[in-house]
């Protein structure tokens, strides 16, 4: 059984930080492309940010020199630093694990950022 659980949201105060994780069973995580999500009422999940296989990054331009997207293989879990937090990154934040074939998702946790 696949399992992606996601932790590390909350309410921060703007400029503040996060560091989301989650930590991935049911999978070999190393042969996964794992991403970060984010979803606001009324619009379509967004891609963040994304690591592959071999540890390349890429960003969307809303957390580009903001957030940091890493992995650690050894413990199957992949984060998301996000520091100098804005407002309107408001939303529930969700997991993904990807390869050919499959594609998989957390149950997302909050992240607020308070003006």
């Known amino acids: 059984q696949v399992q992606l659980v996601e932790s590390g949201g909350g309410l921060v105060q703007a400029g503040g930080s996060l560091r989301l994780s989650c930590a991935a069973s049911?999978?070999?995580?190393?042969?996964?492309?794992m991403g970060w999500y984010r979803q606001t009422p009324g619009k379509q999940r967004e891609l963040v940010a994304a690591?592959?296989?071999?540890?390349?990054?890429n960003y969307a331009d809303s957390g580009k020199g903001r957030f940091t997207i890493s992995r650690d293989n050894a413990k199957n879990t992949v984060y998301l630093q996000m520091n100098s937090l804005k407002p309107e990154v408001t939303a529930v934040y969700y997991c993904?694990?990807?390869?050919?074939?499959?594609?998989?998702w957390g149950q997302g946790t909050q992240v607020t950022v308070s003006s």
């Open positions: 049911g999978i070999i995580f190393r042969l996964n492309v």
């Open positions: 993904n694990a990807y390869r050919i074939g499959y594609n998989y």
């Open positions: 690591i592959t296989t071999d540890g390349s990054t």
